[in-house]
Every structure is written in C-alpha cells, then in structure tokens.
C-alpha cells in the first residue's frame, strides 16, 4: 500500500496494545487531533465508526470501516469523508515476549483536492500521513504503556 509506515515498540502486551487502539471512543481524549469520535455499528469483528479531527485549517469528518483480529491486526477502509477520497491502513502487532509489542502501523491517504490543483495530491497525503504519524504513534505508546 503507498503511503506511510512506521513501526514502534511498546512496552506492552498485544492484548494491552489491541484493547488501546480498538477504544475508539476514547481517541479524543489523547490524540490531540481528534475531536470526536462515535461507534455507528459493530457486527462481530466489522465496526464502522466516524471521526472529526481537526488538520488546523479547519475540522473534517470521515467515516471507516474498521475489521479487528483480536491482538493482532486492526485495518480500516473509507466508506465516506469531507475531505479524502482514500483513508486505508491497519495496525499489525506482534508479541516480542516480556510483556512488549512491535506495533507496525501503515496508512494511505489521499485528499480530495480540486482538478486544477491535483498536482499537489501527493504533497498533501505525504504531508498528512508522515508529518503527524511520529505523534500519533508516541500517543498510542504512551496510553498503552500507562497501564
């Protein structure tokens, strides 16, 4: 997938790590970029949830499909957003034994931009996923890690 990765070490067990990332209603109150965050449905394994975060020139709202394989994999599609034509990514942890997790976190973004500025599709996606992507990765440790 293009796009960004990044992988991390946590200092907790896939179990902590999964029940962290899968707490969606808890985003907000430690990524500073996310406002609000609402579970629409859950089936099984299937949940579609919509989040508004803030980019700094204004707030958008997108809406994902996110499909969880307990403690090992979390991956999300776009089903709709104000501002993206692609939102795709997933988390992929794996136990490295004494209660730590290498977590591999990958995302693809592309934003919907007007025809006459497509040329900036790709320094905008750049932009949005790896400038942000060190933050959101050390939020995610550091609630894990709290215990």
Not at 1 to 11: D, L, S, Y
Not at 53 to 82: H, M
Not at 135 to 142: C, G, H, I, M, N
Request: charge should be positive; include cysteine; charged fraction near 25%.
């Amino acid at each position: 997938m293009p796009g960004a990765q990044k992988t991390i070490i946590i200092n907790a067990s896939p179990e902590k790590v999964f029940s962290v990332i899968t707490d969606y209603a808890s985003y907000p109150t430690f990524l500073k970029e996310v406002s609000s965050c609402v579970v629409d449905s859950r089936n099984g394994n299937t949940v579609v949830s919509t989040f508004k975060v803030d980019i700094k020139v204004k707030e958008i709202g997108y809406t994902i499909r996110l499909t969880e394989e307990p403690n090992t994999r979390l991956s999300w599609t776009l089903i709709r957003g104000d501002f993206m034509e692609v939102n795709n990514g997933s988390w992929t942890l794996k136990d490295l034994g004494d209660g730590r997790t290498e977590a591999l976190y990958a995302v693809e973004i592309v934003p919907k931009v007007p025809r006459t500025l497509s040329f900036m599709k790709k320094q905008i996606s750049t932009t949005l996923a790896e400038k942000s992507l060190p933050s959101t990765l050390q939020a995610f440790k550091a609630r894990a890690e709290r215990g």
